[in-house]
């Protein structure tokens, strides 16, 4: 059974950091895209950042392009999310998501249950 | 503002079909697969749709996929009570080089 487990979210103050972790089990981690896909209270999904089987590709949404930064470590099974210069804006819940197959642009197949993050002074 | 446009809402009876649409471009759904999500309340959404019309094993013939041009459709027949949920489409856009959402559709059955 694939899971994902998210961990690093909490409460932080405008322009802090902070690093997300996703361990992943139940598959082949290195074979697979992975992303991260969050959704603010009450709002809907919005994709924030994915990453290729092997690194190689990496993509980001425009709105945390160049402060935030996707990894991942096949040896570790886990996907991670440097996310820099938090903005009130980015409060939402994190979802750790695997890739149907090995490339970016695909489809999402299984969800983690998510870690929050909240931004505010 | 999205990329995509969903209906914010739909509802039907019990038993019945609905659809819900999800219009796009020729750099998103014209030109990439498009992918239908479930998100029952308060859970993390679930793949209901890859590939435009192809269903992941465990997800009833109810739901079906198409896509037309720069649009896409997720119906779902026989509706159950079990069914509410926000529904969401997804593709790939080839300009921006980023996954996209549509707004969501959130299903009522009656």
């Known amino acids: 059974e694939v899971q994902l487990v998210e961990s690093g979210g909490g409460l932080v103050q405008p322009g802090r950091s902070l690093r997300l972790s996703c361990a992943a089990s139940g598959f082949t981690f290195g074979n697979y895209a992975m992303h991260w896909v969050r959704q603010a209270p009450g709002k809907g999904l919005e994709w924030v950042s994915g990453i290729n089987w092997n690194s190689g590709s990496r993509a980001y949404a425009n709105s945390v392009k160049g402060r935030f930064t996707i990894s991942r470590d096949s040896a570790k099974k886990s996907l991670y999310l440097e996310a820099n210069s938090l903005r009130v804006e980015d409060t939402a819940l994190y979802y750790c998501?695997?890739?149907?197959?090995?490339?970016?642009?695909?489809?999402?197949?299984?969800w983690g249950q998510g870690t929050l993050v909240s931004v505010s002074s | 503002q999205t990329v995509l446009t969903q209906a914010p809402s739909v509802s039907a009876a019990p038993g019945q079909k609905v659809t819900i649409s999800c219009s796009g471009g020729?750099?998103?759904?014209?030109?990439?697969?498009v992918s239908w999500y479930q998100q029952l309340p308060g859970t993390a959404p679930q793949l209901l749709i890859y590939e435009n019309s192809n269903r992941p094993s465990g997800v009833p013939d109810r739901f079906s996929g198409s896509r037309s041009g720069t649009s896409a459709t997720l119906g779902i027949t026989g509706l159950q009570t079990g069914d509410e949920a926000d529904y969401y489409c997804a593709t790939w856009d080839s300009s921006l080089s980023a996954a996209v959402f549509g707004g969501g559709t959130k299903l009522t059955v009656l």
């Open positions: 020729s750099s998103n759904i014209g030109r990439n697969y």
């Open positions: 998501v695997k890739g149907i197959d090995s490339g970016i642009v695909g489809h999402f197949d299984c």
